[in-house]
């Protein structure tokens, strides 16, 4: 049984398009997170959510907004997609902010072209 | 901010050999984790180390907080040790941010 899941995969779409990823962990936990991997594998974090509320929020655009509807699910909805948002993005969750064991989804890598 | 500097950046070993990996940070952190990235992309997380040693079978790690470095050491290297190899450290200034280091990159020669 997966412990953090993403959907889609793989998202491959136009520039100036909406899409959204969705997550969901069944480990019980509280909190949340969104990562972005770029093309150099540096990893940076987006947002971070404390059962269903909004902790974190890394000078991300705000075409980007993620959505809690409770604290088992954490979905990253773009507008207006640009070819820098090109990337792979994890969600993690772990149980109680950053000073328990994180563990991450597969990533989905988002193309936009 | 802080810095998270993990070195070396490249690392080419055959089977069977012996490396330490490792990680500064320029601050004092509440916690530090590494993960393994594997070919296939998926992070999974190895150690969460905020000081001391541990180990899980070929791997251990050690924290050194009062020194503001931890290290990675992965004896009897095997193919499917390839990949990326990050440490991130949690910052007492946030309760849910963590900052990654740039990684280093293993690869495993049969």
């Known amino acids: 049984d997966t412990a953090v899941s993403q959907t889609p995969k793989y998202l491959v779409t136009q520039m100036g398009n909406d899409k959204s990823i969705k997550c969901e962990q069944n480990?019980?936990?509280?909190?949340m997170y969104w990562y972005k991997q770029d093309s150099k594998k540096f990893l940076k974090i987006m947002f971070s959510y404390n059962n269903k509320e909004l902790i974190i929020n890394e000078t991300v655009p705000n075409r980007f907004s993620p959505k809690s509807p409770d604290k088992a699910h954490l979905n990253l909805h773009i507008n207006s997609l640009e070819l820098g948002d090109s990337a792979v993005y994890f969600c993690a969750s772990s149980r109680s902010g950053s000073t328990d064991t994180q563990y991450f989804g597969p990533g989905t890598r988002l193309t936009v072209l | 901010g802080i810095q998270v500097e993990q070195s070396p950046p490249d690392l080419i070993l055959q089977e069977g050999a012996n490396s330490t990996l490792r990680c500064n940070f320029s601050?004092?952190?509440?916690?530090l984790q590494w993960f393994h990235q594997n070919p296939w992309g998926q992070l999974i997380n190895l150690f969460y180390?905020?000081?001391g040693t541990k180990q899980n079978g070929r791997l251990s790690a050690t924290t050194v907080a009062t020194e503001r470095y931890s290290l990675l050491y992965i004896s009897s290297s095997q193919t499917t040790d390839s990949g990326v190899y990050f440490c991130a450290v949690g910052l007492y200034s946030s309760a849910s941010k963590i900052i990654f280091g740039s990684g280093t990159r293993l690869s495993i020669r049969p």
């Open positions: 601050d004092s952190v509440n916690n």
């Open positions: 180390i905020p000081s």
């Open positions: 480990l019980g936990h509280d909190t």
